[in-house]
């Protein structure tokens, strides 16, 4: 699963600059017609009760698998991924249309194999979209894979993630018409779980929602961004490969490090600030890192521009479109974003004075990294402590930066403190660390930008 050889190169048909434009292709408009059609007959686990929409449906489904096979010769790198997805699909309706069950064309369908720049796959599965739907739909997607030559060279070295595929959309059934910006396999309808060997992000549309966010924040704080991060507003390409060089770091994170064992503790029930903390110790990683690489002679001039550029993503996102996207309902991500901004505001390098946002660029680094510090050492010293007292340390760390909602009990420490785990979970409030005054203010003036960024694509941003 290493990034793509030389000779694999030569193995692959169809380079981008030789595949014509697939969206307004007929099999395309047919397959992402007869899909779309099909997901209206089915309910939230992908199955199709209803007997007298069979009939329908099997119609759908030769529609779509003919579509299919029509696209072996496009795609030949996919060939034994969609001759499973046919018999997948057959397989299905034979089985009246119960839960469906795609793991073979799971198995089949190898993206991490064959990283190339521009390379184009055809993705059709039952699905969930994270941050899209809970709803497990069949939903048809074409991707291509972004992999400039930079990135191919910091994860052949020090950055190696074999299973990291980043993308772009180019076209997408309503499933993606929302804020979802990943494809993960553990979101596909299946008999089994088997070992995951690709995870793929969406590079373009978080550039897009970047760009626009950024830009109309920057402006409604009155915020002099170095003429650096200027860049990334104008230059759609350049800010997705940015966004590649970050995920790529956070990416492999999350199993690196002195970690309390699992830091997401699958299929455990937690309190969702220890999620932020997770997701925000990778982000400040990836900082860190492209510190030092911006710093370090040995980096090439192309690295070194991205790595600075990765610096102010991972800032700007942070602190200006995660604080305040999503609802205030155990929203981990915002939480991470509130404490990074707070945490700069108390380090006195951020600065909301005479109704303007000010930051110490000479400074911002070192209090960056002195903030992942205080996370690494909360995990290294987890090892040691059992979950709960972990649990409070975590929390003693957030909050001595953020103030807590004034009914809290974890504030308190009125907890259940000699009972099972769960009963502190169950006493974090839904928003257990509100919005300071000045992130409500802004987010009353961000919402219509947030709101715009949903479904957004490169082609959409503007």
């Known amino acids: 699963m290493s990034h793509v050889t030389s000779t694999a190169r030569t193995a692959i048909i169809g380079e981008p600059e030789v595949v014509e434009d697939l969206t307004g292709s007929p099999d395309w408009l047919d397959l992402k017609s007869a899909v779309t059609s099909l997901r209206a007959l089915q309910i939230q686990d992908g199955s199709i009760p209803a007997t007298e929409d069979h009939a329908q449906a099997r119609i759908l489904i030769g529609r779509i698998a003919s579509d299919l096979l029509n696209f072996h010769t496009v795609f030949p790198h996919d060939a034994d991924y969609l001759t499973a997805l046919v018999a997948d699909f057959e397989r299905w309706a034979d089985d009246s249309f119960s839960v469906p069950d795609f793991l073979d064309s799971l198995e089949a369908f190898q993206p991490q194999l064959n990283r190339v720049d521009g390379l184009r796959h055809l993705v059709v599965f039952p699905m969930y979209t994270q941050n899209g739907s809970t709803d497990r739909l069949v939903e048809a997607v074409l991707v291509e894979v972004i992999w400039p030559e930079f990135v191919a060279e910091l994860e052949a070295g020090l950055y190696s993630n074999r299973l990291f595929v980043p993308i772009r959309f180019l076209d997408f059934t309503p499933g993606y018409d929302t804020n979802s910006a990943v494809l993960f396999p553990e979101t596909i309808a299946m008999r089994a779980i088997p070992t995951f060997t690709w995870g793929a992000i969406f590079a373009d549309r978080e550039a897009a929602r970047f760009r626009r966010v950024v830009r109309a924040a920057s402006e409604i704080t009155k915020l002099e961004l170095p003429a650096e991060a200027a860049r990334l507003l104008d230059d759609q390409r350049l800010t997705e490969e940015t966004f590649v060089m970050w995920d790529l770091i956070h990416d492999r994170t999350h199993m690196r490090g002195d970690l309390p064992f699992d830091p997401f503790m699958i299929k455990q029930r937690m309190p969702y600030f220890l ?188």
């Open 275 to 462: 999620y932020s903390l997770e997701e925000l110790r990778c982000d400040l990683t990836a900082y860190r890192e492209a510190v030092r690489l911006e710093r370090s002679a040995e980096t090439d001039d192309v690295t070194r521009d991205h790595a600075k550029l990765v610096q102010y993503a991972v800032l700007f996102d942070r602190i200006f479109r995660f604080a305040i996207s999503g609802a205030r309902v155990r929203n981990y991500d915002g939480l991470g974003g509130q404490l990074l901004f707070a945490w700069l505001h108390q380090h006195r390098v951020l600065h909301w004075t005479d109704t303007r946002l000010t930051i110490d660029w000479e400074e911002v680094q070192e209090a960056v990294i002195a903030l992942g510090r205080e996370i690494e050492e909360l995990y290294w010293r987890s090892i040691d402590r059992p979950k709960t007292a972990h649990w409070l340390a975590a929390y003693d760390l957030v909050s001595a930066t953020l103030t807590p909602h004034p009914a809290s009990n974890w504030a308190r420490r009125e907890l259940p403190l000699t009972g099972a785990p769960r009963g502190f979970t169950d006493a974090v409030l839904d928003d257990e660390f509100p919005l300071s005054m000045f992130y409500e203010a802004l987010a009353k003036k961000m919402a219509g930008v947030i709101e715009s960024t949903s479904g957004i694509t490169a082609s959409t941003a503007g």
